[in-house]
């Protein structure tokens, strides 16, 4: 996409209408339609932004485009709402001008999507953090809720504001904003009680009716049916392109983010439907016995109805109805109502119940939205109020009056802003200021608001006389004092000059405003003017036990009783024009004038009377006059000479001196009259759009020459790149053909060279096989005659054997006949020599033990250290075991103790029969468990796994056992009806606290586990109030101390999910949590239940997200967790600190 560089740059008609030759109303109006067929929506006239409704989506209001605006001139990019917020907001920043934006139009021209543009281009561009993204919000948010009260459904405009707001946004020295303060006008309240043909009510009635639920309904005591009630009109009520129940929910959740308290919204949503209430009430006519006619009310279920809403007594209210009492000093005169003053009152009290609703809401976010710190602030203000107002068919009343007022004052103070911002320029640039000729709206201000003899003074005075007033009175006093005045014209004042004027009606008056002549009927002024609601009616609405009812009727107090007349509607707003007017005096302002391009609130179609009328009654000619008086066009020296230093030689690409210089030789060198511009301390002013057109118009010839030049040198450029080129790549061929020759030749020279060492490899491998073939007969010969060599010696070595075998066995028999011979010999001697030696055979058979026993003494010596470790570890391994069987220790589980060990050597045997003996203590007692028991103990042990050191409550219910069901469900006869509702068998049962996220405060609740479902019911009726299959369970949450709160999660999008999640409290947390996972996941159809443990979480609660904090805090209430609410995103629970 091509960006812009300049605001003259590819202009589609005239960017800057000060630049716009000729100047007339029709080129005028005609450049608005080039651009507007364009999609240009946007157009300047110097620093003033005029808009154009397109009545569709445009793609120029992306983050892009706000990135591309940002920090840029002015007149930098082409026309945009952004480039002038940015201007304001740097001006705001870096200046510290306190500034101020004017959004001025008609009725359906896009004032409020205007300011919120503004609004969101500044939160976009300012600083970022949590407590500056948090104001932004809060700023940003507000809109929806007063767009809800205040704007409704018209003939001009489907979204149309009724009342004026002026926002002042607080930033601080670094331009993050701070807070805001918003001013509400002239709340439309007559449009409470009467609509006209094919308009609204406002937005909030339709939205309550069509978006709250049937629940919030039936406590408002309210029906759907648009039909029941006679404030809302019916042949608008449905708007195309408008989701009434979508907007309501928008508008709730931004009370919430703004900061509103739940109870305050549903007091808001009370006030609104007791408004819709006393448009039901209707009266009859009853007549008395002295003549006179009171008043009655038909049907009064709505009057109860209403009164239980606001909590009225009805009889007060109902006779605040019928009789009203008018107090002087000292006495007090009742009187009855008619039907018509019954009306009256009703409708009366009806505007200004929603009025004062309406202020008040202004108030309360005020005090959301404010700066927090008292230091000064720099201050933006952005004015979104409504438009001239004139209605062709002449049925202007007070509204239009002081609508059209506001206006002229706003238009006075425009041109005088405009004037003096022109002067101070011509005076900081030393550029001669010239006296500018233009329309002084000064004599129809006066005329209006004059002290003594405005038309506001006038009708004040009537109001406040006494005797017989009416709108003919107030009229002829009109006719009387401002007859003369050039600018006011009436029936009478015509006649007294002998004119005839058939287009001005008898009851009516007109006024030459600075936009045209506008027709008021007088019809309704002095009611509208007195604004009157009788004080039986204040009394009664502050006799009300309805908080917000009390701030809204301080006046009904019966001690602070003031007789003083209150003051009057006209005078209010003409003291809250005052004020505005000096608070804007103050400022820098910024000016977007906005007009819608027809009254079909359709794309693509411009009517050029509708356009023309809104370019008058605007006063945009004024403003190009103004303007164009003195110089048209001033740029500063830097920009220009960038921008046309290509005209001169001398400027020519680079000019090296001071900008102001180099446009000093660019204009001299150049056929330009001096006359036609003058040179400032920053700028230089051109006098005449021509001159400009004319310096565009050759730097246009000159960028064609200069393009055209470019394209010369490119095009050479290109030619020869594109021949080098060629010419690389005709050497990379060459090379790789030369290459590809020498690999052929390379190829064949290595195919000889590898036959010729082929053919000499093969003679040198027959060689060497003839060499080895040699050898090997030589060694197969050597090796023949070894082995027959060795043979013969083998051979003669064992006949030499034999013969030495047949020699030693000659001898041994010789031997063995000697041996028997000497045996017997001896053993002869020895019988002969037994009986001489019985003697010495004693001494030898006792010779011969110590022999032995000598020998057992070597043999005992030489192995007594085996067997003495053998036998003493034998010794004390038998000790050792019999030990242990005196000392061993019980066989329950839990008994930790175990002999200890007497010798070191043994400490692997002594730890491993400490293992198998518990092992074994452990079967043993696991034998006796029963089923029950057993599932008791794996519910133990699952709730060891989860919260074993990570939840503090976690050892104090390790005694505890599981039961389950605590209540006895099955055999109390209180829970036979609840028991019979739930068809599975209940696994736990037990009473919890559900917390309630209003107010933190718990309610008794039955929580039922079973197999399928957690159910929760009433503890006193037994009624199922939420029942959750565990399916829809996403997670359950707690915390890491020893609170007993729980969150139960659910999944997005499913059924339970409506509500939102649960957050309940309860003494066995630890049994419900691992009873729940184990449910969960046993189940078929449910995937593993998450335990999130942790000390902050979120829950969503229907359409919010509420963040549940954790803390320890001092003991209080006895000990006991505490729950409380610190803001609508935020529930604190303040958990005692243990010892």
Known sequence: MEVKTSLLDNMIGVGDMVLLEPLSEDSFIENLRKRFDHNEIYTYIGSVVISMNPYRSLPIFTPEKVEEYRNRNFYELSPHIYALADEAYRSLRDQDKDQCILITGESGAGKTEASKLVMS????????????????????????????????????????????????????????????????????????VKQPRGERNF????????????????????????????????????????????????????????GFMEDEVQSVLELVAAVLKLGDIEFKPESRCNGTDESR?????????????????????????????????????????????????????????????????????????????????????????????IFEDGDNSFEQFIINYCNEKLQQIFIELTLRE?????????????????????????????????????????????????????????????????????????????????????????????????????????????????????????????????????????AKVNLKRPPTAGFQFRASVGTLMKNLQTKNPNYIRCIKPNDKKASHIFTDSL??????????????????????????????????????????????????????????????????????????????PRTLFFLEERRRQCLQDLATLIQKIYRGWKCRSHFLLLKKSQIVVAAWYRRYAQEKKYQKIKSATTVVQSYTRGWQARKLL???????????????????????????????????????????????????????????????????????????????????????????RANAGKKIYDFTIQRIM????????????????????????????????????????????????????????????????????????????????????????????????????????????????DVVNKINRANGKGTARIFLLTKKSVVLADQKTGQVKASVPLPDLASVSVSTQSDGFFALRLKEGSASAVKGDFLLSSDHLIEIITKLHRTGATAADSEQLDIDISDEFLLQFKHDKVCVKFIQGAPKNGNSVSCKRKNNRLLEVSVPTTA
Not at 620 to 639: D, K, S, T
Request: proline content about 3%; hydrophobic content about 35%.
């Open 611 to 688: 356009v023309c009328h809104q370019v008058r009654y605007l006063g945009l000619m004024e403003n190009v006059r103004v303007r164009r008086a003195g110089y048209a066009f001033r740029q500063a020296y830097e920009p220009c000479l960038e921008r046309y230093k290509m005209l001169c030689k001398r400027t020519w690409p680079h000019w090296r001196g001071p900008a102001r210089e180099g446009v000093e030789v660019l204009m001299a060198d150049l056929p330009v009259p001096a006359e036609e511009f003058s040179y400032g301390r920053s700028k230089i002013f051109i006098r005449n």
């Open 878 to 989: 038998q000790k050792y075991f019999l030990g242990l069987k005196s000392t061993m220790p019980s066989v329950s589980p839990i008994d930790k103790s175990w002999p200890a060990n007497p010798y070191r050597f043994l400490d692997g045997v002594h730890t491993e029969l400490r293992r198998i003996f518990h092992l074994w203590r452990c079967k043993k007692y696991r034998s006796q468990f029963t089923e029950e028991k057993k599932a008791v103990y794996e519910e133990k042990l699952e709730a060891s796994e989860i919260f074993k050191d990570k939840k503090a409550l976690y050892p104090s219910s390790v005694s505890q056992p599981f039961k389950g069901d605590y209540l006895e469900i099955s055999k109390n006869p209180k829970y036979q009806k609840l028991h019979s509702a739930v068809d599975e068998k209940v696994l736990l049962a």
């Open 297 to 389: 009310i038909k049907d009064k279920n709505d009057l109860k109805e209403m009164c239980e809403l606001l909590g009225i007594e009805q009889s007060v209210l109902e006779r605040a109805f019928s009789y009203r009492t008018v107090e002087a000093r000292l006495e007090k005169v009742s009187t009855t109502l008619n039907v018509a003053q019954a009306y009256y009152a009703r409708d009366a009290l009806a505007k200004n119940l929603y009025s004062r609703l309406f202020s008040w809401l202004v108030t309360r976010i005020n005090e959301s939205i404010k700066a927090q710190t008292k230091a000064r602030h720099k201050v933006m203000g952005v004015l979104d109020i409504y438009g001239f107002e």
């Open 121 to 192: 281009y500044v939160a976009a561009v300012c600083g970022k953090g949590q407590e500056v993204n948090k104001v932004k919000e809060q700023l940003l948010q507000s809109n929806p809720v007063l767009e809800a009260f205040g704007n409704a459904k018209t003939v001009r405009n489907d979204n149309s504001s009724r009342f004026g707001k002026y926002m002042d946004i607080e930033f601080d020295f670094k331009g993050d904003p701070l807070g805001g303060v918003i001013s509400n006008y002239l709340l439309e309240k007559s449009r409470v």
């Open 770 to 860: 003839r060499e080895l073939k040699y050898q090997k007969r030589c060694e197969e010969a050597v090796t023949t005659i070894s082995a027959f060599w060795h043979g013969t010696q083998a051979r003669m070595e064992l006949r030499r054997l034999k013969q030495e075998a047949r020699n030693k066995h000659a001898v041994t028999v010789i031997w063995a006949y000697w041996q028997g011979t000497k045996a017997r010999r001896e053993l002869r001697q020895l019988k002969e020599e037994a009986r001489n030696r019985h003697a010495v055979s004693v001494i030898w058979a006792g010779w011969q033990g110590t022999k032995v026993r000598r020998e057992y003494r070597k043999f005992f």
């Open 203 to 258: 937005h909030v009635f339709y939205q309550l009716l069509s978006g709250a639920s049937d629940d919030t309904l039936k406590k408002l005591k309210l029906d759907r049916d648009f039909s029941k009630y006679n404030y809302l009109s019916l042949d608008s009520a449905v708007v195309n392109g408008l989701d009434d129940a979508a907007n309501f929910r928008t508008v709730r959740n931004a009370m919430q983010i703004v």
């Open 422 to 558: 022109e002067q101070e320029e011509y005076v900081r640039e030393g550029i001669e200021w010239t006296n500018i000729e233009y329309f002084n709206n000064a004599i129809i201000c006066d005329l209006i608001e004059n002290h003594q003899n405005g038309i506001l003074a006038m009708l004040d005075e009537e109001c406040l006389r006494p005797g017989t007033v009416t709108d003919e009175t107030f009229l002829d006093k009109l006719n009387t004092i401002c007859a003369e005045h050039q600018h006011f014209e009436s029936r009478l004042s015509k006649n007294s000059k002998f004119l005839t004027d058939h287009s001005l009606p008898h009851n009516c008056f007109r006024i030459q405003h600075y936009a045209g002549k506008v027709l008021y009927r007088a019809e309704g002024f002095v009611d509208k003017n007195n604004d009157l609601l009788y004080r039986d009616l204040s009394q009664a609405m502050y006799k009300a036990n309805h908080s917000l009812i009390k701030q809204l009727f301080p006046e009904g107090n019966p």
